[in-house]
């Protein structure tokens, strides 16, 4: 855990996103919704009845229409495991560019990457559920790979 990782993060976020003038800011609540900001709303998770199954079918469909794809994933996050998404992501059958390799940080591995036509696996050694909280110089790194369609650094 970074020496930077603070625990009230939660409770920081919860204040600052359920002030008025950050919501205006943000655009956000614009329909003047009854209950606070939360972080994982159960309100949310009960209520929202759309959702899909399994986000495999969209990924196929944006890979069809041309569009990048980048999964990250903190090797720690106990949330969604990175065996999980692994599977789920072999389960698209993509043909692979670039085979499973680490990449690199300072000289030292800051996690590991595959890259598949159409979609590139991202992990970040050390990450939970939250990559960016956790680890947010590797996390600043995979975002500025992403935005350059570079693969992540290969050598040390």
Same mark, same amino acid.
Request: contains cysteine.
């Given at each position: 855990m970074s020496r930077a990782y603070d =625990?009230? #993060? *939660? @409770?920081y976020s919860k204040a600052y996103y359920n002030r008025p003038e950050v919501q205006k800011a943000l655009h956000a609540n614009v329909t003047g919704i009854n209950y606070p900001w939360d972080t994982c709303s159960d309100i949310i998770g009960n209520y929202w009845t759309?959702?899909? @199954?399994?986000?495999? =079918? /969209?990924?196929? *469909?944006? /890979? &069809? %229409?041309g569009l990048r794809i980048w999964v990250f994933s903190g090797d720690t996050d106990s949330v969604? =495991? +990175? #065996? &999980?998404t692994r599977y789920s992501i072999d389960a698209l059958k993509l043909p692979t560019v670039m085979d499973w390799y680490p990449w690199y940080d300072n000289g030292k591995v800051g996690g590991w990457s595959?890259?598949? @036509? $159409?979609? !590139?696996?991202? #992990?970040? !050694? $050390?990450a939970g559920h939250e990559v960016p909280?956790? @680890? =947010?110089?590797? %996390? +600043?790194i995979l975002f500025r790979h992403f935005l350059q369609n570079k693969p992540m650094p290969r050598s040390s």
């Open positions: =625990p009230c #993060t *939660e @409770r759309d959702s899909p @199954r399994s986000m495999l =079918p /969209i990924y196929q *469909e944006l /890979i &069809a %229409a969604v =495991p +990175l #065996t &999980a595959q890259v598949y @036509r $159409g979609l !590139t696996l991202v #992990t970040v !050694t $050390g909280l956790h @680890r =947010p110089r590797q %996390a +600043l």
